[in-house]
């Protein structure tokens, strides 16, 4: 094999090293990226979700109260906006993929919501009579069941997000490591390749160059013996030829 073949495949082994380290690392870290967008992003959205029906909640029973109070136009109100406030956040909870207890809490607010619209709409909005005791009894009730619901919910969500941040911490340092496996095996292919360059490249010029000076200045016969069958042997067996026609 020639010289400039065994050196142009060393550092072609050493691009290929360098280019496989690149790629598995950026094919994990573009996984984890997809992974942050897609899992990460859907827990924050359930857990904004659920911050945006807690608040939708309180403006129904703070409206519930306000109409108790007699002011019946800040209180349907706040209640039509607490309940337009709700229904967002809901809708977007229902439609994501929970497991058994999250399913069973929006089974349970689906209950609790069609109640308390169905009792707004016989008690509050026919101005029917609504007293401090059928508050406690049924809205508050009812509004108390599905703040815990929905916090089970977020809890859940806030488990996830947790979770999906763990596990992608991890992801990110198994993602580190064929890098460095990569790396670690380049340095050492670099280390052997420097050594068989020395052994097999320089060391025999060096020594052709020796054996070519002492047989010019002294007379003595050039005994480099080349093991390779390349450029370095053909130098060598030339050189050999020369010095013999000068003595």
Known sequence: MKIRVKI?????????????????????FSRIGISINRILGENYKNIEASNQMLVGLEKQNNGILLILQGQWNDGYEELEDGSNTFIKGYNIVKNDTLDAVGKASIQSLETHLSALNMMKDSTLFNQQTATLKWYYEKPYRMITVMRHEV????????????????NLKERARRAIIPGIVVVVALLMFIAIFTYLVNHFFVNPLLRIKDRAT???????????NIQTNDEL?????????????NH
């Open 8 to 28: 142009f495949a060393g550092f072609f082994i050493m691009a290929i090293l360098m280019i496989v380290a690149g790629a598995i690392s950026g094919i994990e």
């Open 151 to 166: 916090k089970t919910i977020q809890k859940i969500n806030q488990d996830a997000l947790y979770s999906t941040s763990t």
């Open 214 to 224: 002492d047989s010019l200045k002294y007379g003595r016969p050039f005994d480099v």
């Open 233 to 245: 042997k053909s130098l060598a067996d030339v050189i050999k030829k020369l010095t013999n026609k």
